[in-house]
């Protein structure tokens, strides 16, 4: 038992080095690709008004790793969810190992399409009401991009998570701690919950919140009809050797 164990813990550790090592190639990937990121979004229409500027010495920096970091974690996620896969393969069946390893690709797209949501949607109509507040107040706008990026990140980061929605409540049904019973009784606290949400990342007015609630309530509907599929299929009878 002792000798298994170790088995485990060596494989875990083989598995943690290649995540860590994607982590740290992607990161040097985006490092490398970061100045061209920023002019594509130095370039996009919500920027052309906004002037950047730089308050400490290290803003630029910053800037940089920030970059690089949400590059990383948007192609290492799928390396993390493959490796995650492959270190409990041994303890699957066949089919439950072929319809897991699904899980990788499906991640990644939901967490690509959260950011393009986030970044082509939410951030433009946010910003955009941040400026139109600040002109009726009569202020003078001068942006640090360290702010800039802060907010930036703060929105589209979460709304790839958000995305990963149908993902997670398939994966807990499959465990046993979600029933489509279970979340049909928790749907109104449920839309109440993403209402929140999308009131908090969106501007104080009915159509950007529509704009961002009622894709987080499809996403949750959608989860409600992947876990009613899920649990309505039968139960594989077990082959007697």
């Known amino acids: 038992m002792q000798e298994d164990l170790v088995n485990h813990l060596t494989e875990l550790r083989k598995r943690l080095l290649i995540v860590m090592g994607s982590f740290i190639a992607a990161m040097s990937g985006g490092l490398y690709l970061s100045p061209a990121i920023l002019r594509y979004i130095k370039s996009g229409p919500t920027t052309e008004a906004v002037e950047w500027n730089v308050f400490s010495f290290t803003d630029g920096l910053f800037i940089y790793l920030r970059c690089a970091f949400l590059f990383a974690i948007l192609f290492t996620l799928p390396v993390l969810l493959y490796q995650t896969w492959a270190f409990v393969r041994p303890g699957l069946t066949d089919n439950e190992a072929r319809g897991t390893l699904g ?33 009726n107040v009569g202020a003078v706008e001068t942006y640090g991009i360290d702010r800039y990026f802060s907010f930036l990140f703060s929105v589209v980061f979460p709304l790839g998570v958000a ?49 961002v609630t009622v894709p987080l309530l499809l996403l949750f509907e959608i989860s409600v009809l992947v876990s009613r599929r899920y649990a309505r299929r039968p139960a594989s009878i077990p082959s007697h050797t």
């Open 163 to 211: 995305f990963e929605m149908p993902l997670i409540i398939l994966f807990l049904t499959k465990i046993g701690l979600l029933t489509p019973e279970r979340l049909k009784v928790t749907r109104k606290y449920a839309y109440v919950g993403l209402a929140v949400v999308g009131a908090c990342i969106s501007p104080p007015d009915f159509v950007s919140h529509l704009s």
């Open 103 to 135: 899980y990788v690709p499906v991640s990644f797209l939901l967490f690509l399409s959260g950011v393009s949501f986030g970044y082509f949607l939410v951030f433009p109509m946010m910003l955009g009401f941040m400026i139109e507040m600040n002109h």
